[in-house]
T-cell receptor, first 113, second 111 residues
Framework: DSGVTQTPKHLITATGQRVTLRCSPR?????VYWYQQSLDQGLQFLIQ???????AKGNILERFSAQQFPDLHSELNLSSLELGDSALYFC????????????FGPGTRLTVL | AQSVTQPDIHITVSEGASLELRCNYS??????LFWYVQSPGQGLQLLLK??????LVQGIKGFEAEFKRSQSSFNLRKPSVHWSDAAEYFC?????????FGTGTRLTIIP
């Protein structure tokens, strides 16, 4: 158990819909990272937040957005969903920078029908 | 741009045999290198990491990896695999705000 929690574990929805994935980092961690794992693209970095502020952006679509709240939990919002958005979405956390070990949550499996 | 190559998509080894999983990286500065393992339906668990110092790094579950700057490699090894080692293994390079992962190597163990 990494200490990072993600909800829900599974999510099934339809094309065009909007969903929100939630992540709670390890106690004391300030940074949250979101990754997408799909068969086509492998594991890809989406976005990082540090202490409530966006710090780095990767291959995140404009239909996707994220935020980190004052209690440091983070949400990833996916809108206008397409079939190709079906994937496993991981959250990771660490205390500060990308050089620290990132601890991964169990993931949320999103299925878009 | 940073990148990671794991040339072996799938490896099958017998239980008790030795294992080496290959990883080559491209990074403009001193790399921070990681090996993660993902069991079916699970998240990613860190096996070991290299930041600096001794180029032979020991990790959990009896794994080790050797950083070779001249070959831009960070291969993962285990002297004797167990059936429970069957999983997908990912090499990653960091050093800035994100991790860049390889495509993974799926390890199958046969009795």
């Amino acid at each position: 158990d990494s200490g990072v929690t993600q909800t829900p574990k599974h999510l099934i929805t339809a094309t065009g819909q909007r969903v929100t994935l939630r992540c709670s980092p390890r106690s004391g961690d300030l940074s949250v990272y979101w990754y997408q794992q799909s068969l086509d693209q492998g594991l890809q970095f989406l976005i990082q937040y540090y202490n409530g502020e966006e710090r780095a952006k990767g291959n995140i679509l404009e239909r996707f957005s994220a935020q980190q709240f004052p209690d440091l939990h983070s949400e990833l919002n996916l809108s206008s969903l397409e079939l190709g958005d079906s994937a496993l979405y991981f959250c990771a956390s660490n205390f500060d920078s990308g050089t620290d070990t990132q601890y991964f949550g169990p993931g949320t499996r999103l299925t878009v029908l | 741009a940073q990148s990671v190559t794991q040339p072996d998509i799938h490896i099958t080894v017998s239980e008790g045999a030795s294992l080496e999983l290959r990883c080559n990286y491209s990074y403009g500065a001193t790399p921070y290198l990681f090996w993660y393992v993902q069991s079916p339906g699970q998240g990613l668990q860190l096996l070991l990491k290299y930041f600096s110092g001794d180029t032979l790094v020991q990790g959990i579950k009896g794994f080790e990896a050797e950083f070779k700057r001249s070959q831009s490699s960070f291969n993962l090894r285990k002297p004797s695999v167990h059936w429970s080692d069957a999983a997908e293994y990912f090499c990653a390079v960091g050093g800035n705000e994100k991790l860049t992962f390889g495509t993974g190597t799926r390890l199958t163990i046969i009795p």
